[in-house]
């Protein structure tokens, strides 16, 4: 039997998380913030979008490497991912695994760091991952539908701060982790942009998205860089 559909009901479909803080670990600050190209130069004013944000488990580890590798090296939003994986993960392995895969800087999120464009950002293992309008939080709260990191709460605190400018992507995965979140980022008015099912290693996550009408676009794994970056080009 596929090992994707064993995991089908291991988790539940929609949550609400009201973040409270905790499991705060060292910080620290990057030199390019949110809104500022990688030379200094304000975007944020003229940019649609402020950040992204990406969820996948079963599969996912290949779905990332396919998705970072093809993005441009001056793709000039930053990007925040969760991961579902066991607890006892080498979270420096991953990183230097999706690192040698990705033109853009891999770091392993930590508390109060500030959120830099053109970087990408990967939650630990075991902690949820929360997005603030300059910075990011960790917590150990409760997991959200068995899963600590939780897409939702990623996807939720992610368009609490910045609303329409919210840019999220669901990939393949084992569980509807990430169907509600995704459908905040729409109701806030950010943009949604699901694997297609068809392309996922385990098409759960991508469906269970699908199936709650929080998609703007569904494609195939290798188109959704492409759209990345022209969406990040989008002007107000």
């Keep these: 039997m596929n090992s994707c559909l064993l995991k089908k009901n291991s988790t539940a479909g929609s949550h609400r998380y009201m973040p409270t803080g905790g499991g705060a670990v060292n ?13 200094g130069r304000d975007t944020g004013a003229q940019s649609a979008y402020r950040i992204v944000v990406m969820g996948a488990s079963l599969g996912g580890t290949r779905a990332l490497s396919s998705l970072l590798s093809a993005l441009p090296g001056h793709f000039p939003l930053p990007l925040a991912i969760v991961l579902h994986r066991a607890v006892e993960s080498d979270d420096a392995t991953l990183r230097q695994l999706l690192q040698g895969h990705s033109t853009l800087p891999v770091l392993e999120a930590e508390d109060k760091m500030s959120i830099a464009a053109g970087h990408a ?42 609303g329409s400018r919210t840019l999220g992507v669901v990939l393949t995965g084992a569980s509807a982790d990430g169907a509600w979140g995704a459908a905040k980022i729409r109701e806030r008015g950010g943009t949604v942009v699901v694997q297609d099912p068809e392309t996922a290693e385990c098409p759960i996550m991508p469906r269970a998205t699908i199936a709650v009408d929080a998609a703007d676009s569904i494609l195939p794994l290798e188109a959704i860089p492409g759209l990345l970056a022209s969406l990040s080009q989008r002007k107000d």
């Design 27 to 39: 910080s620290h600050a990057s030199a390019v913030p949110v809104g500022m190209d990688v030379h």
């Design 121 to 162: 950002y990967l939650a630990p293992a075991n902690y949820h991952l929360l997005v603030g309008s300059t910075d990011f939080s960790l917590s150990t709260e409760a997991p959200v539908g068995f899963a600590r990191p939780s897409i939702d709460v990623l996807f939720e605190s992610a368009s609490a701060a910045h």
